[in-house]
């Protein structure tokens, strides 16, 4: 299994401190791709990297806020480069997310693009799989896609954790989320674990406050859940690299620890 960042930002970029994208990960394993989170202009990010998004089939969104959701931007560039390629735009384009996105993405994508008819759109091939407290599965190739609820936003936005199980080994991700069952479910066993890790070192109110972690709050989650290796994204670059680090590796977690960059390849064999 390949993952590459292609954002390990966050929604806002002070200049001179954080200069990365939002978060967007293309994840590769047995002949599929896997888009995690679809952030504002995550098709050049792909195109940067050589991926032709216009292939893309199966995107996981995280929650519906703008830096881990721009769906309706890139369904629509998605079905312009295809047709401009001479491409078949009525192709199954599969979204596992919250409820909430499942349900509203109609009247996102009547805003951004008022006027246009529903024949012009591939609602019959925009497949919607609405994983919000449920225990469903869903099969990707070789792979199976799960997902957790986690607690982000004082715990009024609708959000998730995903788990992916493959031959390869397991991943799993959270796009913003405090320290909950969920999360501590979903990265339970595994190999790799991408996490947003947005609270600054020593804020011990964020995780279960508005529901950003920590280093330390990611540490104590990684270790007590036996990850293999930790990835840390969606952080500001006002702590050091370093500082993070040492923060996470303080709660006695053994495993590997990095602080993501954007364009970082890490892979599971």
């Known amino acids: ?4 960042i292609l954002g390990a930002g966050t929604c ?11 978060p967007g990960f293309l ?14 202009l995550i098709r ?12 893309i089939k199966h995107i996981a969104i995280t929650h519906a806020h703008q830096d881990h959701c721009a769906l309706a931007h890139f369904v629509q560039s998605h079905l312009c480069v295809r047709t401009w390629t001479n491409r078949k735009t009525d192709v199954d384009i599969h979204v596992y997310c919250p409820t909430q996105i499942a349900e ?7 805003f951004h693009l008022p006027g246009k008819k529903e024949r012009l759109l591939p609602f019959a091939k925009l497949n919607f799989h609405p994983l ?12 199976v896609l799960s997902a957790r609820n986690v607690y982000h936003s004082y715990g009024e936005v609708d959000s998730l954790a995903f788990r992916l199980e493959t031959p390869e080994g397991i ?18 066993d595994a190999d790799l674990l991408i996490t947003e890790a947005s609270a ?4 011990n109110i964020a995780s279960s406050g508005y529901g950003h972690m920590s280093p330390a709050d990611v540490g104590r989650v990684a270790s007590e859940s036996d990850v293999k290796k930790v990835v840390l994204v969606h952080y500001t670059s006002l702590d050091s690299d370093a500082d993070m680090i040492a923060d996470c590796r303080s709660t006695g977690y053994k495993g590997e620890i990095v602080v993501g960059k954007d364009f970082q390849v890490h892979e599971i064999k």
């Open 171 to 188: 991943l799993a991700y959270t796009g913003d989320s405090g320290d909950c069952p969920g999360l501590r479910e979903a990265a339970q």
């Open 1 to 4: 299994m390949k993952v590459t």
């Open 132 to 143: 919000s407290n449920t225990n469903q599965t869903c099969k990707i190739g070789s792979g």
């Open 200 to 203: 600054r070192i020593g804020d």
């Open 27 to 40: 994840v590769e394993f047995g002949g599929e791709h896997l888009l995690l989170d679809c952030s504002e």
């Open 104 to 110: 509203n993405f109609k009247s996102v994508w009547n």
């Open 12 to 22: 806002g970029n002070i200049p001179g401190v954080n200069d990365q994208m939002p």
């Open 44 to 55: 050049l990010r792909l195109t940067k990297i050589g991926f032709d998004y216009g292939n």
